[in-house]
């Protein structure tokens, strides 16, 4: 089995920072994409940032500037780096990964179960 693991989350001011992890663990043999999604109360489920594998990186526009994503191969890890954190990032952040599991021929999508972000004074 895979599965996805965030850590990170938790409450900051307006103009912090925080920086969210996702390890992926089990059979895998390799990992062609990494994201982060956010779900706002009341909202859909939403782009942040993602990676694929040796290629692009892709940030929603609202967060362009602010926040960067990275991936540690070796750990099958990926971050967040959170700047400048407004009031409207509150949400539940979830990873997201396209993974080959050991024995398979083709990907599948995993998602983790999320990390509440809150932003608030």
């Known amino acids: 089995q895979v599965q996805l693991v965030e850590s990170g989350g938790g409450l900051v001011q307006p103009g912090g920072s925080l920086r969210l992890s996702c390890a992926a663990s089990?059979?895998?043999?390799?990992?062609?994409?990494m994201g982060w999604y956010r779900q706002a109360p009341g909202k859909e489920r939403e782009l942040v940032a993602g990676?694929?594998?040796?290629?692009?990186?892709n940030y929603a526009d609202s967060v362009k500037g602010r926040f960067t994503i990275s991936r540690d191969n070796a750990k099958n890890t990926v971050y967040l780096q959170m700047n400048s954190l407004k009031p409207e990032d509150t949400a539940v952040y979830y990873c997201?990964?396209?993974?080959?599991?050991?024995?398979?021929?083709?990907?599948?999508?995993?998602w983790g179960k999320g990390t509440l972000v809150t932003v608030s004074s």
């Open positions: 997201n990964a396209v993974i080959i599991a050991t024995g398979s021929s083709h990907g599948m999508g995993y």
């Open positions: 990676s694929i594998r040796g290629g692009s990186i």
């Open positions: 089990g059979s895998i043999f390799s990992i062609n994409y």
